[in-house]
């Protein structure tokens, strides 16, 4: 079956760090872009990294320095390592596949998400 | 920063059609592609590069781009479609942009 599942989250102080973990099932993300895609409660969607089978990635602006991407092609996982969290990073995380066409990617596949909780 | 602007809620009667738009500068220049999220799920793909529907999507989910103004039209609501739904675009400075999501609720 191919899916996506995540892990990783948790309750953390602001400051502190913390990183997300999705196995990928029934396809090889060597092959694949991978991304990470999060939520805010009751918010919106809001794009976070993409990247692809040979290491490559691209970040959004408001994230980068803090957040990074990774994957390991022989466990076939992607991770986000995410530091100096703050509260507004509150959400769910969703891992994704990453389709590219062109310039651009689109997401066709969605784990069930991990719940990350910054608080004091 | 690169937005893309979407109404906050549709209301539709069972097997009416729902239009929901989704607008952005030079947005008919990009592709946009379309997520269906219900309550305590994972969002879905239901429409790509503007009008192509993924394998498994039914025949009534539809889409275009044009004039600046890309459009989800669900024809023939049913009350499995009450969800949210997020348009999606991409734009070289921002990269990836969402639109804020539009509730659709079938009466």
């Known amino acids: 079956e191919v899916q996506l599942v995540e892990s990783g989250g948790g309750l953390v102080r602001p400051g502190e760090s913390l990183r997300l973990s999705c196995a990928a099932s029934?396809?090889?993300?060597?092959?694949?872009?991978m991304a990470w895609v999060r939520q805010a409660p009751g918010k919106g969607l809001e794009w976070v990294s993409v990247?692809?089978?040979?290491?490559?990635?691209w970040s959004a602006g408001s994230m980068k320095g803090r957040f990074t991407i990774s994957g390991d092609n022989s466990r076939n996982m992607t991770y986000l390592q995410m530091n100096s969290l703050r509260v507004e990073d509150t959400g769910i995380y969703y891992c994704?596949?990453?389709?590219?066409?062109?310039?651009?990617?689109?997401?066709?596949?969605w784990g069930q998400g991990t719940l990350v909780t910054v608080s004091s | 920063s690169y937005e893309l602007t979407q109404p906050a809620s549709v209301s539709v009667s069972p097997g009416q059609t729902a239009t929901i738009t989704c607008s952005g500068d030079?947005?008919?220049?990009?592709?946009v592609f379309w997520y269906q999220q219900k309550a305590g799920q994972s969002p879905v793909l239901v429409i790509y590069?503007?009008?192509k529907r993924p394998s498994g999507i039914p025949e009534r989910f539809s889409g275009s781009n044009s004039d600046n103004i890309a459009t989800l039209t669900i024809s023939g609501t049913q009350s499995m479609d009450a969800a949210d739904y997020y348009c999606?675009?991409?734009?070289?400075?921002?990269?990836?942009?969402f639109g804020a999501g539009t509730k659709v609720t079938v009466l």
């Open positions: 994704t596949r990453a389709i590219r066409f062109g310039a651009i990617w689109f997401f066709d596949l």
């Open positions: 029934g396809f090889t993300v060597s092959s694949n872009f």
């Open positions: 990247i692809s089978g040979g290491g490559t990635t």
């Open positions: 030079n947005l008919e220049e990009r592709y």
């Open positions: 590069q503007d009008n």
């Open positions: 999606q675009a991409w734009n070289t400075t921002a990269l990836c942009v």
